[in-house]
Every structure is written in C-alpha cells, then in structure tokens.
C-alpha cells in the first residue's frame, strides 16, 4: 500500500481511505523456519479429513462444476452433533474471522457502544471500524483478568475472547454466566478460538440464554487453519440474523473440500481429542522450562502462551530469536509491550526455542 499516491487513492470509496486494517501474523518463506507466531497447530489434521479431500479428487472432481450447498448443511449437522445441539443451532463461515464479521454486522451496530477489553483479538477495532460500530473498551485488570462488573453497564453488545487472547487466561462459566444475566437485552458473543486447550465451553449455556452467541474454529484445534471453517452457536432467532447477512454477502462461503474435510474432522473425535492432550501436555512443559529459565508466564488454557522475561526487552528478544530462525508474535501495543506470545509448538519444536534462548540468547 506504501506505494500508492494520494492521487491514485482518489478512485477509492472515502471510508476505505480511511481503514486501518488487521495485520496478520507473517507466513515467511524461510529455510528451517520455527513459526510459533500465528498459533496453528504443530500437528496435521485428522487422516479421515486427508481422505475425505482425496475422495473428491479421485471419484468426484466432476462436483466441482457445480456450486457447493449454500447451507453446507452436512457440515452444520457434523457440528451439531459433535457440540450436541441442533443444526438450526449452528452457523457455519470462512473461518471464524467470516463469521464475526457478519456477527458484527448482525448484531453491532447499536446506538449504544459495544464493550470489550483493552486488551484482546486485534480483530474487533478492524470490524469495529469497518462496520461503523461504536465502541467503549475496558482495561483488564493488573493480572490481565475481565472484570466482570465493567460488563453491567449500558451497551450495543459484548464480545470476550476466552480463553483471551493474547493472554491465554480463561474465564469461567460463572463469570459468562453473570454477564450475560446483566445483559438480557443485548448480544453478548464469546469468541472461543482456543476453548479445546482447556476453558469451558459456553456452548452448554445456548439453550438458557437467548442473547448468547459462542463462536468457534476449525483453525487451532483440527488443525484446519489452511481450510477456513469458523462457526458460531446460538438459538434460531439469532442464527437467522447470520444468515441474513451472510445471504446478503456471499451465499457459498464454504468449497466442497471445505465442507467434506470438516465433516470428517468433526467425526474424529477421538483423534481431536488425542492431538489436543499432546498440545496441552507440551504446555505445560514448556512453561516449566521457561519459568527455570526466568520468564514469567501468564496461565493458559490455549495453544499459545503470554510470557515475558524481566531482565530483558520483548522486542529485541523477539528480533534475536527471528535471527536464530524462531518467530514468535510480539506486540508493540501498551501495557504488552513487554510480553511474547509464543505458539505451542511440538516437543521437539519447543525444545529448540528453549536451547536457543539459553545457548544463543541469554548464555
Ligand atoms: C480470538 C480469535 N478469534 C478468531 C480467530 C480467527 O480464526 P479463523 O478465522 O482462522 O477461524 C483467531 C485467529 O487467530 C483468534 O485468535
């Protein structure tokens, strides 16, 4: 973009002059490369999903002339059955990030502000923006905690990522709970891209709430992040608002590969369960190996951790690693300026971070 002129930017709408949009986390092309910066899984998805793209490639590749389900229902009801709801239940997009645009659409724009926290899913001012919604942002507390009662003030709708992000920290079902009791007249979302490496699912509160909508991905814990599938769950009333704006926007969001892998995926339970235990138990490994080396680590129930290192400055340590081939995320925002946010690697791929940071690093 740095090369376009003034001039040249003439041609576009006024407000696209003005967006600030999301940067991601970088793909680079670099020889044995360590990417612990954007949180994927270090795992490969389910072989039943491998074989399920192959099928369509070796006997139906002749589908491919025709659209895909415009409800990719099959997809909605693998959902349904594996959250254990009902698939009038489930909404499904390209990739959570879809599926919370059109929640911001849907649901957002209010004359009230929406609420969250100062600290979250670098996404929300984007969409905030995007979509003219009006926002009030709450500081976490000094331990990076929601504070419950900032959310039982007047608002347009609420949005928490939980686990956080970047933080790593879990709220509970009782907090969700109480927030959504204060807010019986607004949409309150929980946004649980991280919820399979060890928070509570808000899921099992959808039939109690009306106003509750949880929103989930197929990028971190299936391993699918190359697939885009995000979905959100919620009671009719509300999964008809997506719909909506989705059939206002694009109506095949998801491909027939998109579609049959994660089917499959949700019916591997078993191999969904297994990888996750790996993640989580290569976690808490690696924070007891950064805690001896002295980093301080936020408590996690994702597939990433928070940590900093006091004696030493986030951004250059993020550089030096970088130089020795590991990227980690590091953000130059207030109050986490000094934190990285380090991707879950496996043990082997941990295992190298932590050599490097002691024999490189900070021997
Ligand atoms: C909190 C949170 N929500 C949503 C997403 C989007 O995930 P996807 O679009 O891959 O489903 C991410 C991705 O990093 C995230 O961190």
Redesign the pocket.
């Known amino acids: 973009m740095s090369n376009i002129t003034i001039e040249q930017m003439r041609f576009w709408s006024p407000e696209v002059r003005e967006l600030e949009p999301y940067v991601p986390g970088e793909q680079p092309k670099i020889q044995n490369l360590l990417k612990l910066n954007?949180?994927e899984n270090p795992y490969p998805p389910s072989p039943k999903v491998v074989e399920a793209v192959q099928k369509i490639l070796a006997n139906d590749a002749d589908v491919l002339r025709l659209y895909p389900d415009p409800d990719a229902s099959e997809l909605k009801h693998a959902i349904a059955k594996q959250q254990n709801v009902a698939a009038e239940n489930v909404f499904v997009g390209n990739?959570?990030?879809?599926v919370?645009a059109h929640i911001f659409k849907a649901f957002f724009i209010q004359e009230q502000p929406l609420l969250y926290p100062d600290i979250t899913?670098s996404?929300y001012p984007v969409y905030s923006q995007f979509f003219g919604v009006k926002t009030k942002i709450l500081p976490l507390n000094e331990n990076f905690e929601i504070v419950v009662d900032d959310y039982k003030q007047p608002n347009g709708g609420i949005i928490i990522?939980n686990p956080n992000?970047p933080t790593s920290i879990a709220l509970g079902l009782s907090a969700i709970e109480e927030i959504l009791q204060a807010n019986p007249d607004s949409v309150v979302v929980i946004?649980e891209?991280?919820v399979d490496f060890g928070a509570e699912s808000a899921v099992s509160l959808i039939e109690k709430y009306e106003n509750l909508v949880v929103?989930q991905?197929?990028?971190k814990s299936r391993s699918l992040?190359g697939l885009?599938?995000?979905f959100a769950i919620a009671q009719p009333h509300l999964i008809a608002a997506l719909e909506a704006v989705k059939n206002s926007f694009n109506s095949y969001p998801m491909d027939r590969f998109a579609i049959a892998a994660a089917v499959a995926s949700f019916e591997d339970q078993k191999y969904f369960e297994a990888q996750n235990a790996k993640v989580i138990a290569s976690r808490e490994k690696l924070v007891n190996q950064l805690n001896e080396l002295g980093f301080k680590v936020l408590p996690s129930s994702a597939n990433f951790i928070f940590a900093s290192l006091p004696s030493k400055d986030a951004g250059e340590l993020a550089a030096e690693l970088r130089e020795c081939g590991i990227i980690v995320r590091y953000f130059n925002k207030p109050r986490i300026n000094q934190f990285l946010r380090i991707t879950i690697g496996t043990d082997e791929q941990n295992q190298r971070l932590v050599d490097t940071l002691k024999n490189d690093i900070l021997a």
Do not use: K
């Open positions: 954007t949180n990739g959570s990030d879809e919370l899913y996404f990522t992000a946004d891209a991280y929103c991905t197929t990028s992040a885009r599938v995000g």
